[in-house]
Every structure is written in structure tokens, then in C-alpha cells.
């Protein structure tokens, strides 16, 4: 079935780089995304990366796909305390429906 | 703001009354979603329409959950006799032709 796993904490200093870490385990998942989530707010698209690229860049944030061991990542450099939300990794899955799976979430704090 | 509108943002109602919420999508979008979210998840698919039609729906939509997007424009979710299980955010979220998804604000739906 469909599944995206997230480690559900991660803890940084204001100005360190931070790594969020995804696992998902539908290989015919056209497109990866990430979204921010603030309290009590709807989701925010960060960034998004089609199955075929392996690295996108945007600014502060660094996507690296691993399609062959289904992992994807979320690297934030210089991480600021607005930095501080719920992130989600989610996949399209099967199918052309554009449907998202989500993973439960990871909570960035940002100490400063 | 995203331009996915939705009202109410908050809803609180009593165990066995019926309630609708409504989406205001990206105008030019075709493809709209609606998800549930409960406290420390993600998102989970409920249904989603290409224009009008009404093309999948998820397990997790009881028959006391039904959506409509009359003229391919607004949506709305209805849940008739609420139950306290139904208590979550529930989001709408359309997609551009470039593939992103853009979510509204959500509407909080509280059941006593």
C-alpha cells in the first residue's frame, strides 16, 4: 500500500542547516512535495520535485530525491526561528489523480 | 493566502446536527481535493472532482459525507447526523497545471 514515514522531531539552532527526512514506498509516485504548516494555519507548498530529477534547489531550500531507496529530503540552510512549523512530506501514489499522501509530520523547532 | 478560499474557518456543533462547509477554488483550476486533517497527522484524502465530476472517493467518506461542485466552480462538503469522531480540520485544496497544489485555510469543525 501507500505509506510516508517522517521522523516526527527535529531540534536546531537558529543559523545551523536542518534535515528533514522522508520515506515513502510507492515508486510510481510522479511528484514528491513539501509543506509547511504553522499553528492552527492551512498548508503552505514549499517546494515540490518531479520523480525523474534527483536534486532541486530553491533559495534556502535544497530537495535531494533517492528514488531507489524511496527517500526524499528537505534540507533548510540557515535556519531562522520563522523557520519553526510542522513540515510534511507527501506523494502523488499510483494513478493520475494527484491525490497527496501524507506523512504524520516533523515538527522543527529552531532554538535561538 | 493561496487564493483557495474556505468558510466558515470555524465551526462548533452539537452530536447528530448536520453541517456544510465551502471551498472557493483557484479559478482556473480544475482539479479540487478535500482532506481531513486530525490533531498530529497529516492530511488524508477524502474525494476530489475534475470540474464537476465527482472522479474518486476515499473509504474514510462515510455515507453521511457528501461533496458537490455544482458548475465546476465552488465545493461543498456536507456531513449530515455529526458524530464527535468527525471533529477535525477539513481542507480543500485545487491544482495548477504545473502540478502544485495549492490548500485553503481549512475549516475547524468541532462536535460536542
Known amino acids: 500500500g501507500e505509506d510516508v514515514e517522517q521522523s516526527l522531531f527535529l531540534s536546531v539552532r537558529e543559523g545551523d542547516s536542518s534535515v528533514i527526512n522522508c520515506t515513502y514506498t510507492?515508486?510510481?509516485?510522479?511528484?514528491l512535495y513539501w509543506y509547511k504548516q504553522e499553528p492552527g494555519a492551512g498548508l503552505q507548498l514549499l517546494t515540490y520535485i518531479f520523480s525523474n530529477m534527483d536534486m532541486k534547489q530553491d533559495q534556502r531550500l535544497t530537495v535531494l530525491l533517492n528514488k531507489k531507496d524511496k527517500h526524499l529530503s528537505l534540507r533548510i540552510a540557515d535556519t531562522q526561528t520563522g523557520d519553526s512549523a510542522i513540515y510534511f512530506c507527501?506523494?502523488?501514489?499510483?494513478?493520475?489523480?494527484?491525490?497527496?499522501?501524507f506523512g504524520q509530520g516533523t515538527t522543527l523547532q529552531v532554538k535561538p | 493566502d493561496t487564493g483557495v478560499s474556505q468558510n466558515p474557518r470555524h465551526k462548533i456543533t452539537k452530536r447528530g446536527q448536520n453541517v456544510t462547509f465551502r471551498c472557493d477554488p483557484i479559478s482556473e483550476h480544475n482539479r479540487l481535493y478535500w482532506y481531513r486533517q486530525t490533531l498530529g497527522q497529516g492530511p488524508e484524502f477524502l474525494t476530489y472532482?475534475?470540474?464537476?465530476?465527482?472522479?474518486?472517493k476515499s473509504r474514510l467518506l462515510s455515507d453521511r459525507f457528501s461533496a458537490e461542485r455544482p458548475k465546476g466552480s465552488f465545493s461543498t462538503l456536507e456531513i449530515q447526523r455529526t458524530e464527535q469522531g468527525d471533529s477535525a480540520m477539513y481542507l480543500c485544496a485545487t491544482l495548477s497545471r504545473n502540478n502544485e497544489q495549492f490548500f485553503g485555510p481549512g475549516t475547524r469543525l468541532t462536535v460536542l
Open positions: 507527501a506523494e502523488t501514489g499510483s494513478g493520475n489523480t494527484g491525490k497527496l499522501i
Open positions: 472532482f475534475q470540474n464537476e465530476a465527482q472522479l474518486e
Open positions: 510507492d515508486s510510481s509516485s510522479t511528484y
